[in-house]
């Protein structure tokens, strides 16, 4: 009488689990998951390259900065009176609290494209808004003495386009104090800590959007708009 085969033994390791020596079934995976191919991994990471794609996004970032600053810096040259007329009715912190939303979602759209996948969608919003801070900054003549090129172009109405150039640079200031703080925690806190939570996504976008509160309260409030 033949004898049944006997079972396939379990495949087993000893691992440390909680601190005490246990065995434990580890999987054998008797099939390759990864198919053959001739092609070498030079040949893959080609492939998922798409520079096509990288130069269409280049090309459209620097379209953003270039083409939007130039046509609002000839509107500001050429129709200020207009200009004036139009954003008269408008309060100084009106005007900053839009300069440095545009800055806010331009960051945030990068940032997103950067940790989402597909990173499309937000590449377009991070564009557009680039596009339109670039826009405002031209109107204002941002520049590092952009107080002596609005009060050259606008005169006594000088005060609406510093605070956009305010809303601005206070945006851009937030972002970069925001970079230094993540990083500072990057470096500070170990991996095992129970403060690396603040490493994580979701804490450092809440830490940025509590800097850019702070840095737009300060531009708001701080008497900066009444300075300039």
């Known amino acids: 009488m033949e004898q049944e085969p006997n079972e396939q033994e379990p495949n087993e390791a000893t691992e440390i689990v909680g601190g005490k020596v246990e065995t434990v079934e580890v999987s054998k995976h ?6 053959e191919t001739d092609l070498s991994l030079a040949d893959i990471e080609r492939r998922r390259s798409h520079p096509l794609r ?11 900065i270039i083409a939007p600053y130039w046509f609002g810096r000839s509107l500001a040259v050429n129709n200020t009176d207009s200009i004036v007329a139009v954003l008269g009715g408008v309060s100084p912190q009106g005007i900053a609290l839009v300069g440095w939303v545009t800055v806010v979602i331009a960051y945030v759209g990068l940032a997103m494209a950067v940790v989402v996948s597909p ?10 808004g680039l596009a339109g801070e670039q826009f405002i900054a031209g109107l204002s003549m941002l520049n590092l003495n952009f107080w002596y090129s609005t009060y050259v172009v606008y005169g006594k109405q000088a005060g609406l386009a510093n605070a956009a150039n305010l809303g601005i640079m206070g945006a851009a200031i937030g972002i970069a104090v925001y970079a230094l703080m993540f990083v500072g925690l ?9 403060l690396n939570v603040l490493t994580k996504s979701w804490a ?3 830490l940025y959007f509590v ?4 840095a737009l309260l300060v531009v708001l409030f701080g008497g900066l708009l009444t300075t300039v």
């Not at 008797?30 to 198919?35: D, F, L, M, Q, R």
């Not at 990173?119 to 557009?128: A, G, M, N, Q, R």
């Open 119 to 128: 990173s499309w969608p937000w590449l377009i919003v991070f564009v557009i």
């Open 204 to 206: 450092s976008f809440i």
């Open 186 to 194: 990057l470096v500070i806190i170990r991996k095992t800590s129970p």
């Open 54 to 64: 990288w130069a269409l996004i280049i090309l459209a970032v620097l379209c953003a």
């Open 211 to 214: 800097i850019e509160t702070i």
């Open 30 to 35: 008797p099939e390759a998951s990864i198919p």
